[in-house]
């Protein structure tokens, strides 16, 4: 872009301010280009560089007049005179109007950007080859690529400074906009005056391909110039807007007011490793769960030994035994590298005992790069809701070998009622807690049917959980209701990945009693008030 002014406008929540050095719109390498930032101060900055000298010379910077806070609309206008930083914003615990105006700059936003709490500020490592660039960033895109959604992952550029927060409708022009051009520019481009369209380089709408789902990775831009772009490493979308009025909490009943993309610094959905090899299941292995054995220089240790499990499965519609187990990945990875035995102030009384700390407990808890669990909060205090298996999973350790054909939870999600109705009994694993609407559909018809069903597990079927419609390997967990966890926002209970209800089951009437014919009393309170610390008083509650 060659001007001699120009704009970059959006709606930002950043859930971070005091992080540092953040960048939020950038087009930005080697002190070289343009941005929007969070200054090291927490304060909106602007930068423009040529990378010819110093930073501290070629910057061209204007800081805002006072720190961010979590409930501001800033936009940014700048010529080759000198730059300015203008805002309004608003405080959480005002009244929203009935019906808010979009980006008027007065403050009447909706109260989709005042939800969020703060998190801690954290050091974090980058995972080598892996971590994604986080906020927008303008940069060449292949489309072939970026069209591929879900599917193929696009290569990582070099990144640094990642955002945490919301990012809404941003916008780019090739002209210093006065106030009335970017406020018709927030409401979209289509609405514009045709003076003002011809100088938009770029007006990203995060709610333009908004449908019964939002799972799309594709991001669109709705100026002739179709900029389109791609969300890199799965920020969570189906957020709340600047402009959200609480009359609808499902995103594609008002796609307008979900205009937002949750950004986090340890986004994660595929490390994007190269393989260092491959295994072809010989012909007649019989079904049952394998493992890699991997070793550093042979040394056999902790330390320096690991297993990469795998499930080999009998060839498609020929059973080999009677009796299926059916394994429940999608709980694996749902506790996929959590931190529990080391953060949870109940892990002792969890397990009855105080936490046996395996190498891979104290490996994962100095390096979260490789990813969260479902329970464990972002670094800006929001919850994970996405886990991949396209990352090192540390924490999956099956103990044994299974003497019948065993399946997964994504191959009955795949095949339904079909794969079960080939065997006289089907054995559950011992912990299925999460399923997505296939599985349940299979195991209540399979049930109907006549078919054995064996229950072996605990705390099952409790969460709705669902796969990416283009990417098996990533699921989705949207917690709510109740629980000593973590909580979706206000709004945001909708998975992206079909446009249903997350949360629990029993939530969208599919009691799991009615499935596996017990339940469990979840009132533990009084349990509770002999925790202090994460410990009990006694190694034993006297009451249990």
Known sequence: MS??????????????????RQGILTKWVNDTGYGLFVDDDGSLAFCIGDGTTRPQDLQRQAAAAQSLVSRRRLLRRGDRRGAALSGAGRDVGQRRPRHGAAASGRGDHGRGFGQLRRGARRQRRALPHGRGDQGLRFRPLDLRCALQGGVSPVALPEQCDTYNGKIDRPRLS???LDKHSI???????????????????????FQANITKNIASTYIIDTSPNVLNGHAINL???????????????????????????????????????DADFSFTAPEG??????????????????ATEDY???????????PSARVAVIIPTNSYLAYSNDNLATNSVVAQLLAGKVPLMQASDLYLNEHREYGLSTYSLHSDGSGV?????????????PKRGLDYDVHTDEDLDREGVALLNQYRVVLTGSHPEYS???????????????????YLGADGFYWCSQYHPDNGNIIEVRKGEAGPRWTRQSGEYNNAFDGKFGGMWRARGRIRASLSHNDYDNNVSKIMENVINGFLKDGRCPDV
């Open 436 to 454: 997505s609407e296939a599985m349940i559909d299979a195991y209540e018809a399979y049930q109907q049917q006549g078919g054995r069903w064996l």
């Open 285 to 302: 292995l019989k079904s049952g769960f394998y493992a890699a054995r991997l070793r550093i220089g042979g040394e056999e240790s902790a």
């Open 235 to 273: 920020p969570a979308r189906g957020m709340t807007g600047y402009n959200w009025t609480a009359d609808e909490i499902v995103y594609h009943h008002a796609p307008e007011e979900y205009g937002a993309i949750h950004f986090h610094d340890d986004d994660i959905d595929d490390a994007r490793w």
């Open 183 to 205: 406020d018709a520019l927030a409401r979209g481009f289509k609405g514009c005056p045709a003076d003002l369209r011809r100088i938009v380089v770029g007006a990203w709408d």
């Open 308 to 318: 990469i499990p795998f499930v080999v499965r009998p060839p498609k519609d020929q």
């Open 385 to 397: 809701c996405y886990s991949s298996r396209l990352r090192p999973i540390l924490n999956m350790r």
């Open 3 to 20: 001007v001699s002014s120009f704009t970059i406008q959006a709606f930002i929540f950043p859930t971070t301010p005091t992080k540092g």
């Open 174 to 176: 090739a002209a210093a």
